[in-house]
């Protein structure tokens, strides 16, 4: 590790012991959580021994997973690029510039307390993200401009499984049957709606059952084209066709090697490609494009799909020996409406990672609140992501109900066609009633509820186009409904 000097008075052990113990408490782990710059504190040994949420959204990592670890595995599980200092060994600098997967500038500074002998006994790591500096520069000055929030839906948001676990225990048995299926050896079929999260439980599972060195390679199967699926996925060896490089190709089933292969949106791999995966899955040999022998990958097997995989293999539109290799141990992940719960967790959680973008700090005012609780999320845990950030942007320090998008300050989950009641565990049962609309006339309410149907469509088939062939009628009609106002709702009763 590359020690960074600092003129300081002496420390004893005693004193950084003390340190340590503070570090500790609820208390003071509560104020360096309100610390807008992200904080990491090491010890003598470059051990982590405190981090703010600051600190672990910038790097991408769990609370649980940082703390009592060394500072190397740390950078190298990061989503940060460490490599600047990496590339300083004799220490000149003490102030590196460095950059996140979502493109984010991240100014990181290290200073250090000696103990009586020189040696540094406390290492502070102070990190600042360079966009909400300036944003935050640009306020103090009066300044408007530049647009702070253009990365925020594409940061890796981290959730927080470990609390998700103690709100519900529908989640807490997800997460363990799935732990112990990758355990185990098993493939992992994940299944739900869009926005339920099943990327991110993939992540966690990942990082929960391997080690941090391991690669985590993720594969959108319905981005790569039909034609160049066998070269993304097995690779290719040099001069194997026109255009190659020369250099040949790592596929990136290799790429996964000891590690976890994420196949996400798996239903939408073409038929004539499926063939192609399924004999990997069948003998785990991995044979380039121009190779002459195949070599065996060891790699875990994670899928998911918000698409009905029998339905389609009855359709003949996906493989069923691809299926029941991919499905030995399916989950259902459970949609947000059904988790009632969760959500005011999820809500508290979006606006701390909001609020480091903003000032003054975001909150939200108890009819809006009530209202968020209220509605289903027919988007899930992804729609009450963007729906946070729609109001960072629109409020000014307090988000009333005026200021959420019309559909979700409109009529509560009561009018969605799933309505759940809430259990005595704080996960849904089963509806005992169908909906009772009290609000508006016929017309308002079958327009409402027509629009509802037509949303939930859209997030389950992926596209306006198939929502259409779904729901039995043209694709002009969608986009015709989808574009039209949303009406306004009666306030008698």
Not at 68 to 94: T, V, Y
Not at 217 to 225: K, L, T
Request: charged residues 25%; aromatic residues 6%.
């Amino acid at each position: 590790m590359v020690r960074f000097k600092a003129i300081d008075m002496g420390v004893g052990e005693r004193d950084t012991g003390d340190l340590f113990t503070m570090f500790a408490s609820p208390t003071f782990q509560a104020f360096f959580d309100k610390t807008p710059d992200g904080l990491i504190v090491l010890d003598a040994k470059d051990v982590v021994r405190a981090a703010n949420s600051t600190a672990l959204q910038m790097n991408g990592v769990e609370r649980r997973s940082a703390l009592g670890r060394g500072f190397a595995d740390l950078m190298a599980e990061s989503q940060l690029d460490w490599s600047a200092i990496n590339a300083d060994p004799m220490a000149k600098r003490r102030d590196f510039h460095s950059t996140s997967d979502d493109g984010r500038a991240i100014l990181t500074s290290f200073r250090s307390l000696l103990d009586h002998n020189g040696q540094p006994a406390l290492t502070i790591i102070t990190q600042r993200d360079l966009q909400v500096l300036d944003h935050l520069r640009r306020s103090a000055s009066g300044l408007r401009g530049g647009n702070v929030f253009k990365f925020m839906s594409e940061r890796d948001i981290v959730p927080d499984f470990d609390k998700q676990k103690t709100l519900s225990p529908t989640i807490e048995q997800t997460i363990d049957r799935s732990m112990r299926a990758l355990h185990q050896g098993a493939r992992l079929l994940l299944l739900g709606e869009s926005g339920t999260g099943k990327t991110e439980l993939a992540k966690y599972l990942h990082r929960s059952v391997g080690t941090r060195e391991e690669p985590f390679i993720q594969v959108n199967c319905g981005a790569i084209p039909e034609s160049l699926f066998e070269s993304e996925m097995f690779g290719y060896e040099k001069g194997a066709f026109t255009g190659a490089l020369q250099s040949g190709k790592k596929g990136l089933i290799e790429s996964a090697e000891g590690g976890t292969l994420f196949l996400d949106e798996v239903g939408e791999i073409p038929l004539v490609s499926q063939a192609k995966l399924l004999k990997f899955l069948e003998d785990g040999v991995v044979q380039k494009i121009g190779g002459r022998s195949g070599r065996r990958i060891n790699t875990r097997i994670v899928s998911a799909t918000n698409r009905d995989l029998w339905s389609l293999v009855s359709e003949g539109k996906f493989r069923r020996d691809l299926y029941y290799r991919l499905a030995v141990i399916t989950i259902e992940m459970t949609p947000l409406r059904k988790l009632p719960a969760l959500t005011g967790h999820l809500i508290d959680h979006f606006i701390a990672i909001a609020n480091r973008m903003r000032t003054p700090a975001l909150e939200i005012s108890p009819g809006c609140r009530k209202a968020l609780l209220a509605y289903a999320f027919p988007g899930n845990i992804r729609e009450l992501h963007n729906v946070i950030q729609h109001l960072s942007v629109v409020s000014q320090a307090t988000a009333e109900t005026s200021h959420l998008p019309d559909h979700v300050a409109g009529p509560s989950r009561s009018t969605h066609r799933d309505m759940v009641d809430t259990g005595p565990d704080g996960d849904a049962a089963p509806a005992g009633r169908p909906p009772q609309l009290d609000r508006g006339n016929l017309k308002e309410m079958v327009g409402l509820y027509e629009r509802d149907l037509i949303s939930q469509a859209i997030d389950r088939y992926g596209s306006k186009r198939k929502a259409a062939k779904a729901l039995g009628v043209d694709i002009g009609t969608i986009v015709r409904k989808t574009r039209s106002k949303q009406p306004q709702v009666s306030e008698e009763q």
